[in-house]
Structures are given as C-alpha cells and as structure tokens.
C-alpha cells in the first residue's frame, strides 16, 4: 500500500515574483539606509582595498612582507589624504581672509552694468543689497574698536552650561570624522590582511557548486571596478592639476584649492566639476575689474571639459564600466539619497559590481538589460524589430548604419537573412499571426529599394537572362529579391518570380526561351525535396538552363548538406555565393559557366589528404622541420582547408584547420601572442591542443576548391619577431611549389583512376 502523501502542483515559477521582488527590494534598501553607519565605511575599505591591492602586490613581489607591505600603502594612504586635507584646510583660511577685499570690485562692476544697461530696477536692488552688508561689516567692526583711553564694557552672562555644549560640539565634530576614518583604517587593513580567505570564503558563500561562474563574476567585477578607479583617479589628478595650473597662470586666488576641489568633485557624475567651477567664475567676477579674467576661467573650464569627456575618457575607460549614461545618473540619485555625498563618489563602483553580479546570476538578469550599456538586441533583432512595425526609415538607418564600407551582401547575409529567419521562427511558433510576414516583406522590399536605389527592386527588363525564384513563402522571395539586386548591381537584367510559379502549374505557363540561369531560393529547414522537384520540371522546359539552389537555412550551412543532383548545378549559403554563382554562370569576366561542383564534405576530405601527403613528404618534412628550428617553435605544419567555407564546430574541425581559415580570410600573415587569451579560446579544438602561440601565412595554391596555409605554433606564449615571421614567410614562397605538385600529382591520379 503507497502512505505517500497525494502530490500537490508545483507553484508557477512566476506566482508572487512581483511582490517577492518588491519586499526584498524595500529590505534591501532600508537595510543600507539604516546601517549606513557600518556598510558605508566598509564600501570605502573595499574600494581602498581595490585600489591599494595593486600596490601591496608590488611591495610583495620585491619581498617586502606581507604585513609590512599593508602597513606602508595604508599610511602612504593615510598620508596623502591628509596632506590633501591640510592643503584645502589652509586655502579654505587664506580666502576667508581675503574676501573683505573684493567687496569694492564687485560694487564697481554693479554700478557699471548699471550705467550700461539702463539702471534696471534688478540692478538697482543687488547694488543697495550690497551697500546695506557693507554698511553693516563697517558698523559691527566699529563696534569692537575702542580708543585707548576709554574703559572697555565687560558683560557676565550665565547660561547655564554654555561654554559645556560648545565644547561638546567641537569635540563631536572633530571626533566624528577621525572615528569614521579609524574604522575605515581598520576594515582596510584587515581586508587587505585576508583578501585571499574572504575570497575562497565569499566563493564558498555563492558558488552552489558552481565555481566557475563564481570566480568568472568576482574576477570580471574586480578587475572592471580596478581598471575604472584607476582610470579615473588618473584623469580626476590630471584634470586637477591642470585646472590648478590654468586659474594660477590666469591670476584666479588660491588656484590650490580650486584643482584640489576639481579632482574631488569629478567622482560626483556630470554636475560635479559644474559645481566646483562656478567658485572660481564667481571669484574672478570679484577679483578682476575687468571682465577678461571671467572669460579665460570660462574657456579654460570648457577646453578641459571637451578634452576630457570626448577623447581622454573615452580612451582610458571605453566599456570599463558597462553602464549607460542615464544608469550612471540614476545611480548617482540612488545612493546619494541612502548615503549622502559619500554615496556619489562610491555610486559608480557599487552599481558596476551589481550589474556584473546580476550577468552571472539568471534571476537578476533584468538588472543588466536595465542599467549595462550593452545592446540588448542583436543587429539582426533590431532590424527585424523595424520590419515588423513597418518602419521603412528606421529600418533604413540600421542597414546604412550595418553599410559601413559598402559590402551590401555582407548585410544581406548578416543581418537581413537572419532577421527573415526569426520572422519564420515566430511564425513556426505561432507566436505571431501569418499575415504579419506580408508586412515584414513589404518593408523589406521598401529597404532594398533606399539601399538599392531600384524603382521597382521586384522586376526587371521583360528579357532577361536570370529568374530568380521565392521557394515556398514570401519569406523566401523576399531573399530573392535581395538575391536579384545583387545580379542587377553586377549588370544583368534579372526578374524575381513569386514562390506560385514553382508549383506544377506555374512552371508549365513559364517562358524560359531567353532564361540562361534560374535560382531557387529558400529559407527552411528541409528545402532539397522541393528544390530538385523544381529543377527538374525547369530541366525539362529548358534542357541547358543552369540551375542554383539557394539553401539559406544555418543548420544546412553547417552540416555541409549541399543537395546537389543531376537537376541542380551549384547550391548556395549565402547571398554572396548566389550572386557569384549566378555571375560566373553568365560568362562574367570572360569565365565560364561551372559544372556540378562537389560537396563541401568531398572538399574537406579532398583538404585533408592533402594535409596527409604534404606531412609525408620527405622534402616537405625535412624544411618544415628546420624552419620550427629556425623559429624556435614546437612544431611547424601545412594545413589544407577548403575555400569558402566557414567554420562550424560541427564540422569538428582542429585548431590548425580554424586557424588556417582566419588566415585565408584575412589573406595575409596571422601572429597570436597567446591563443588561450585571444577571440579563438573558446574553441575546444584550441583548449585541448595545448598550442598557445602561432603565426600562419598564406602558400599561394592554384585551386579555386582548396586553400593552404603554413603555420609554426609554440607550446608557451611568445611573440615571433620580424626576422622570423619574414622566414616564415620566404619559407611558405619556397614551399608553394612542392605543394602545388602534390596537387596536380593527386588530381592526375584521381582522373587515371577514373579513367
């Protein structure tokens, strides 16, 4: 007999997640603002701890211990704070004491802008206004001068504990603020004393068994917060010491002070330097009887405003902080409402770790779609984003936008074709209604022509030598219409037919009496069925029509399924290659129209054997050996891949085969300092080779199927020099003959085998 209690449902993972999110928010919130008093001083300590863990780490690595390292950047810390402190202190004391100075400069300027505009009543009123103080610093100083023969009045007052409570206020005031600096002292020294063991503990606290995502956040959130304190202590000092040094050559009084306060209020984003600006424009109005002072304080604060914020941050910090400027400036409200000043100058710091936090942490996602500075839409999304609202012009100026140097395939097949493939997927997911594709189409349509420049992009001349075929849908003619711009760009009369026309009884109404080349163009999954059906009642209208299949689907692309048959000529991927295909078919550049060419998986095998011979052949060993000598590398390789083909890691390809195509992409010589540092260490082929630094050159190979690079590869990071990669490179001249032999060696083999 089961005793098992009946199951009870499993609660909706989104039932009270609202709310749930809303309380732990509040808590959170109250819990900062009432333990402002520990939690503040224990962010400062971690910030410290940020900045002065680069320093102890020196101290460390010149065997200066542990303890005594800590000791000598805290005081060195210590000290500068209150230098800086002792600086503003005594400037602060030497202006109050020169302001009774400037009153008759800035009654002067009043009474001339009083004369010069007319004697405003507005004027009139600051003049009197400034006359009455006046009148009344005179009279009180008056009152405590007293001849010498005249008793001086002494009155006793008691009230009751007075001299008590300015004492007590005096001494909170000073108390407070070296108690506040004590704990921050305290918590820094004792974080930088167990950095390491509140981290293995911190890790243990997080992780849930996950330690490399664990490590991956703190890792990323130190070094991002580290790079931007350091970045900005370095620009707030430059800026300070240069503003200092302008109001000094200028003539502004205590110029110390104002580049001490400039470097300071710079952490307050946006308004801060603003703020701290505006004191010296309002000294130099007192100080100067004219009006040329004020102007230079003005330029001098605009120049540095440009110069910083438009070419020196953007440098120093690029996406250090991966926060948006409206995410900085509410930030910036948030904890200094909790925090006061002290929670403007840590703002930055503390949002850039949460938003690091909430990228590794899946129920806290939405924190860095709402304040992280990266898109939260792909080029591709965005576009289709446009297609499906019907903006034409929006969709337009992402395309101009994606149409930097002028590769308008490149955007076809990056980001048109796969915005087409998420309109299919919505649709498959009926996620959206069916009649939504007609506008995306339509839209699209509207695109090509801004792109274009065509008056009607869905037909051409009524003779034509290429028709261009929607498979299935409309999605599917909307690719051949960007298909057919590109033969139209080339300059050939092209016509797009709508998908009807491939069904039995459109193909029988066609006229393809002046029809040279035919490409069918689809977008689904499992098209090679409908395209030999097509080609083949094509075929037998036309007996010597070339025809192309155009297979748009990713998961064809990358299986290397072509689908090629007696019926269908070339299969396609990619706009680019439809395009090509099409040109060469039509005698483009005095080439001739190609046979059936063979599946990429033969070309790969065809690559490999290749590979294999020039391995094992004695002349080719024996120079590739002396040329990893010469280098002093681990080992040097040719590698045959096959053209026009990207990678897929599918395919399981090495790590020389992907770095052979990085090279032959980029048609020139290829050096990486540290593979397990560079964009390719994500790949498995890369991680288990055990290879860490390269260097590939291309070998000049007469072959339109197969490419071949040489390539040394070091099992320790280094850098090749010149003199060496010139070797390499004299080396892969030398080696393109032997290679080239190999090859016509092979293909008279295969056609006597043939034969």
């Given at each position: 007999m089961d005793t098992r209690p009946p199951a009870t449902p499993a609660p909706s993972p989104l039932a009270g997640q609202p709310l749930t999110a809303i309380l732990t928010f509040v808590l959170i919130v109250t819990v900062l603002y009432l333990g402002r008093g520990i939690i503040v001083p224990l962010v400062l300590a971690v910030l410290l701890a940020f900045a002065l863990g680069p320093v102890v780490n020196a101290l460390r690595r010149v065997r200066v211990p542990h303890i005594v390292a800590i000791l000598v950047a805290v005081l060195a810390a210590i000290v500068l704070i209150g230098a800086i402190a002792y600086t503003a202190v005594s400037q602060f004391i030497a202006l109050a004491g020169d302001l009774p100075r400037y009153q008759a400069t800035i009654s002067e300027k009043l009474r001339t802008a009083q004369e010069t505009f007319g004697g405003g009543q507005v004027i009139d009123r600051l003049v009197s206004t400034i006359e009455r103080v006046g009148a009344q610093i005179e009279s009180n100083t008056e009152g405590f001068t007293v001849d010498e023969g005249d008793p001086i009045p002494v009155v006793i007052a008691d009230d009751g504990g007075g001299?008590?409570?300015?004492?007590?206020?005096?001494?909170?005031?000073?108390?407070?603020?070296?108690?506040?600096?004590?704990?921050?002292?305290?918590?820094?020294?004792f974080l930088l004393l167990e950095r390491e063991e509140l981290r293995d503990r911190f890790l243990k606290l997080v992780s849930r068994g996950d330690l490399r995502s664990s490590t991956e956040a703190m890792n990323e959130a130190s070094e991002r917060v580290g790079r931007y304190l350091l970045a900005q202590a370095s620009v707030n000092m430059a800026y300070g010491v240069l503003f200092a040094a302008g109001l000094f050559l200028i003539g502004v009084p205590n110029a110390i002070l104002w580049g001490l306060l400039a470097t300071i209020f710079r952490y307050i984003p946006f308004v801060g330097t603003l703020i701290i600006a505006s004191v010296p424009i309002l000294l130099a109005i007192a100080v100067d009887p004219g009006w040329s002072m004020l102007l230079w304080v003005i330029g001098l604060y605009l120049a540095l405003e440009a110069i910083s914020n438009n070419f020196i941050e953007p440098r120093l910090y690029g996406n250090s902080t991966g926060l948006t400027p409206l995410a900085v400036l509410v930030a910036a409200m948030f904890w200094a409402t909790l925090w006061g000043p002290i929670g403007l100058i840590v703002s930055m710091p503390l949002t850039v770790c949460i938003v690091v936090m909430a990228r590794y942490v899946p129920g806290l996602s939405f924190i860095e779609t709402m304040l992280g500075s990266a898109p939260v839409l792909l080029p591709q999304e965005r576009f289709y984003q446009r297609l499906i609202a019907?903006?034409?012009?929006?969709?337009?100026?992402?395309?101009?936008?994606?149409?930097?140097?002028?590769?308008?395939?490149?955007?076809?097949?990056?980001?048109a074709v796969p915005a087409l493939r998420l309109a299919e997927a919505d649709i498959a997911g009926d996620l959206a209604d069916p009649s939504h594709r007609h506008r995306v189409v339509e839209t699209l349509a509207e695109v090509i022509e801004n792109i274009e420049g065509t008056a009607d992009p869905a037909n051409g001349g009524e003779?034509?030598?290429?028709?261009?075929?929607?498979?299935?849908?409309?999605?599917?003619?909307?690719i051949a219409l960007m298909v057919a711009e590109r033969v139209r760009a080339a300059?050939?009369?092209?016509?797009?037919?709508?998908?009807?026309?491939?069904?039995?009884?459109?193909?029988?109404?066609?006229?393809?009496?002046?029809?040279?080349?035919?490409?069918?163009?689809?977008?689904?999954?499992?098209?090679?069925?409908?395209?030999?059906?097509?080609?083949?009642r094509l075929k037998r209208i036309r007996p010597h029509i070339h025809v192309i299949a155009g297979y748009f689907h990713p998961d064809l692309r990358a299986s290397g399924r072509e689908g090629t048959s007696e019926d269908i000529d070339v299969v396609t991927h990619t706009i680019a290659l439809a395009e090509s295909s099409i040109t060469a078919a039509l005698g483009a550049e005095g080439e001739t129209a190609p046979g059936p060419?063979?599946?990429?998986?033969?070309?790969?095998?065809?690559?490999?054997?290749?590979?294999?011979q020039a391995a094992a052949d004695p002349a080719i060993a024996h120079a590739l050996r002396r040329l990893a000598q010469s280098a002093g590398a681990t080992v040097a390789m040719v590698t045959v891949v096959p053209l026009g083909e990207e990678f897929a890691e599918d395919h399981k390809s090495s790590h020389a085969e992907h770095l052979a195509?990085?090279?032959?992409?980029?048609?020139?010589?290829l050096i990486i300092e540290d593979l397990q540092h560079s964009p390719y260490a994500h790949?498995?082929?890369?991680?288990?080779?055990?290879?860490?630094?390269?260097?590939?050159?291309?070998v000049a190979l007469d072959d339109r199927q197969m490419g071949a690079v040489l390539a040394v590869f070091d099992q320790e990071p280094r850098l090749y020099e010149d003199a060496q990669v010139n070797r390499i490179e004299q080396s892969a001249q030398l080696l393109?003959?032997?290679?080239?032999?190999?090859?016509?060696?092979?293909?008279?083999?295969?056609?006597?085998?043939?034969d």
């Open positions: 001299a008590l409570e300015i004492a007590q206020s005096v001494l909170f005031s000073i108390v407070g603020p070296l108690a506040s600096l004590l704990i921050v002292t305290i918590f820094l020294i019907g903006n034409a012009e929006e969709a337009t100026e992402v395309a101009d936008r994606e149409i930097e140097d002028g590769d308008v395939a490149r955007f076809y097949d990056e980001i003779e034509t030598r290429v028709l261009v075929f929607g498979g299935k849908t409309e999605l599917d003619q909307a300059g050939f009369p092209v016509r797009v037919m709508a998908p009807v026309t491939l069904r039995k009884e459109g193909i029988a109404q066609l006229d393809l009496s002046g029809t040279d080349v035919a490409c069918l163009c689809y977008l689904g999954a499992k098209p090679e069925i409908y395209a030999r059906y097509a080609a083949r060419t063979p599946s990429s998986d033969e070309t790969r095998l065809a690559a490999r054997a290749l590979s294999a195509r990085e090279v032959l992409a980029r048609k020139g010589t790949l498995r082929s890369v991680v288990e080779s055990g290879v860490r630094a390269y260097a590939g050159v291309p393109a003959s032997d290679l080239q032999s190999l090859l016509v060696r092979r293909e008279a083999e295969e056609k006597e085998a043939i």
